[in-house]
C-alpha cells in the first residue's frame, strides 16, 4: 500500500516499510522492519540480493526500473514487468550440540539420548550411502572459505527471518561472524554501543538456542567473561548486542533440562550454581553438595555440559557436577588414581540406557558409571584391554567399531582395521537403525596411543567417512593435526566440515534432505 503527501512514496508491505525514492540507486530503501531495531541502508544495499532474502523481499527478473522490490510485489509498477520473490525454500535449523529443548525449525533429539553431545536427528545416513562405498575415496563436492576468525562454533538457523543463514560465533576472539550465500563471503559484524565481550576461554564453550518464543535476530544465550548474556544479531545492520540475564564470574557453559537453565559460577565462597526459568525468570542460587569439602569445586576446565533423564552433567578431569531440578547440586570427585579421558569423546551409553565413562587408573584403562551411584559407595566399573574413542552409541576400539555394551569385544570385520585408529565426531540418532552410525575420522596406519593422536601429533593420512549400512569415504585429508578440533554442521542442504587450520570448510551435498 502506498502512502502519498511527499515526494516519495511509503510502502507498507508485510512487517516491513519501504520508501520509494526515483533518485536511489536501488529506487526502493527498506526503511523498517518490525523487529529490528535499525538498519543501515549504506551497507544493506551492497548486499541487495541477501536482504531481499531475509526480509522476503523481491528481485527484478528483466526490467531496471529498481534493484529490489517489496514484499508481496509480483509486477514492477513502472512497467509491469514480472519480479520474482527471492526467499529460498526453508531448511532444517542446525544448533549444534545443545542441552534442553531444539527451537521449532530443528530436527529435535528423541528423549532417550543424551542431549549435548555431538549427535543429531538429521537423516545424513540416507543422503550419503548412496554415493559409491569404500574403497573408492570421494572428494568434497562443496568449498566454502573459512571464517576469518577459524576457532568458533556453527548455528545455521531463520534466527526469525525469511531465509536461513550461517552463523560462526568466535567465543575467543570476541567476534560475530555472518556468511552471505549470494555474495560468497563472511561478513563481520559490529557490536553495539554497551554490548558485552563475547570473549570466553574458561571452559569448554556451549550456548543455549532461544526459547520458543524467540526474538528476530535471536542467536540464544551466550557463555561470556562477564556472565551470561543473550545475543541478538541484526543483519540489517550488520552489527550485534546482548542482554544480561545473569552477571557473574562463571565457571562452565549453561545447560538446560526440561523448563529450566543452570550455570555453575563463581561466588566469593566458592562455586555456586545458579539457575532459572528457559525465559530467565524465577532465577535462584544453589549450594553445591560434596561428600568431600575438603576437594573444592573446580571453578574452570569443566568439558561441555549435557542433559540425561532429567539430569544435568558436567564433567572434569577432577570430578562431576550432577543436577536435577528441585534437588541439590552435587559434586563428585573421581577416586583417586582413576581419571577420565574426556578427549576420548564423552559419555557412552550402554544397552540398559546407563551412561559410562572412559578413564585410566594408571594401571589400564575402565568405564565408570555416571550418575549418583557414582562416588557413594563403590560405583560400577568394567575394565577394558584398550582405549575406545566416541560418545553415545558410536564408539570404536581402535579401527573397529563397538556393537554392544562399551566394554564388548569390538566387531572385527576386517583384520587390518586393526592398524588404525578411529575418531568419532557426529552420530546420527534413528530409531529405524538397529546399529550406530556417523560421521568418522580414520587414521590409517597409527599404532601409538590414542592420547598422542589427540594431542598435536601430525597425522599424516586421514579419512573422513560415513559409518553405516554402507561405509563411505568421503575425503582424503594430508598432515592432519588436533582432529578433535574438527567442527561438523549441516547447513544449506550439505554436511561441511571446518577445521581452524584449514583455509576451505569442506561440503557434501546432502541429496534428499528434507
Known amino acids: 500500500m502506498a502512502d502519498g503527501g511527499s515526494m516519495d512514496e511509503w510502502w507498507r508491505a508485510g512487517d516491513s516499510v519501504w520508501r520509494e525514492d526515483a533518485a536511489s540507486s536501488t529506487r526502493f530503501v527498506l526503511e523498517a522492519v518490525q523487529g529490528v531495531p535499525r538498519i543501515d541502508w549504506e551497507l544493506a544495499r551492497g548486499r541487495l540480493t541477501d536482504v531481499a532474502q531475509l526480509v522476503g523481499a523481491a528481485l527484478p527478473a528483466t526490467c531496471a526500473h529498481a534493484a529490489i522490490f517489496p514484499q508481496g510485489f509480483a509486477f514492477c509498477p513502472e512497467c509491469g514487468a514480472p519480479v520474482h520473490a527471492a526467499a529460498p525454500a526453508p531448511e532444517t535449523a542446525w544448533w549444534g550440540p545443545a542441552t534442553g529443548s531444539l527451537p521449532p525449525g530443528a530436527a529435535p533429539l528423541p528423549r532417550h539420548v543424551p542431549h549435548g553431545l555431538p549427535q543429531t536427528a538429521l537423516p545424513l545416513g540416507e543422503a550419503l550411502e548412496g554415493r559409491e562405498p569404500e574403497p573408492f575415496v570421494g572428494r568434497a563436492d562443496l568449498r566454502m572459505p573459512a571464517p576469518p576468525n577459524s576457532l568458533c562454533v556453527f548455528a545455521a538457523a531463520d534466527f526469525g527471518f ?4 550461517l552463523i560462526a560465533l568466535a567465543y575467543t576472539r570476541n567476534v560475530v561472524q555472518y556468511w552471505d550465500p549470494p555474495g560468497n563471503r563472511w561478513h563481520v559484524f559490529t557490536a553495539d554501543d554497551g554490548s558485552a565481550d563475547l570473549h570466553f576461554a574458561i571452559s569448554a564453550y556451549a550456548w543455549l538456542p532461544p526459547a520458543d518464543a524467540a526474538r528476530r535476530g535471536e542467536f540464544g544465550l551466550v557463555p561470556t567473561a562477564q556472565g551470561l548474556f543473550r545475543l541478538i544479531l541484526n543483519p540489517l545492520a550488520e552489527s550485534w548486542r546482548t542482554e544480561p540475564v545473569f ?36 532465577p535462584e542460587v544453589l549450594d553445591i553438595v560434596s561428600p568431600d569439602p575438603a576437594v573444592p569445586v573446580p571453578a574452570s576446565g569443566w568439558s561441555r555440559p549435557f542433559s540425561y533423564d532429567g539430569r544435568l552433567h558436567w564433567l572434569h578431569d577432577e570430578g562431576q557436577l550432577l543436577w536435577r531440578p528441585g534437588q541439590p ?17 564423552g559419555p557412552v551409553r550402554s544397552r540398559d540406557g546407563r551412561l559410562w565413562l572412559i578413564g585410566n587408573d594408571g594401571a589400564g584403562y575402565s568405564f565408570r558409571a555416571l550418575g549418583d551411584e557414582a562416588g557413594l559407595g563403590t560405583p560400577q566399573v568394567e575394565q577394558i584391554d584398550g582405549a575406545r574413542l566416541g560418545f553415545g552409541t558410536l564408539l570404536f576400539r581402535r579401527g573397529h567399531q563397538v556393537k554392544d555394551d562399551p566394554w564388548s569385544d569390538e566387531d572385527v570385520e576386517d583384520q587390518a582395521r586393526g592398524d588404525a585408529l ?12 538397529g546399529q550406530p552410525s556417523g560421521l568418522v575420522l580414520r587414521f590409517p596406519g597409527f599404532t601409538g596411543r590414542a592420547e598422542a593422536a589427540l594431542a598435536g601429533e601430525v597425522l599424516p593420512r586421514t579419512f573422513v567417512e560415513w559409518i553405516g549400512r554402507h561405509n563411505v569415504i568421503l575425503d582424503e585429508i594430508a598432515r592432519l593435526k588436533n582432529p578433535g578440533e574438527c567442527v561438523p554442521f549441516v547447513c544449506d542442504g550439505s554436511l561441511w566440515l571446518h577445521h581452524p587450520s584449514w583455509n576451505e570448510i ?5 541429496e534428499g534432505l528434507a
Open 329 to 345: 547440586a552435587r559434586w563428585l570427585p573421581w577416586p583417586f588414581p582413576w581419571m577420565p579421558r574426556l578427549q576420548f569423546g
Open 247 to 282: 552477571q557473574a564470574r562463571l565457571a562452565a557453559s549453561p545447560g538446560a533440562v526440561g523448563r529450566r537453565m543452570a550455570c555453575p559460577f563463581v561466588a566469593p565462597e566458592g562455586v555456586r550454581l545458579w539457575t532459572a526459568g528457559a525465559d530467565g525468570a524465577d
Open 506 to 510: 569442506r561440503g557434501w551435498r546432502l
Open 422 to 433: 578411529v575418531l568419532p565426531l557426529l552420530e546420527a540418532v534413528s530409531a529405524t537403525r
Open 162 to 165: 525469511a531465509a536461513q543463514r
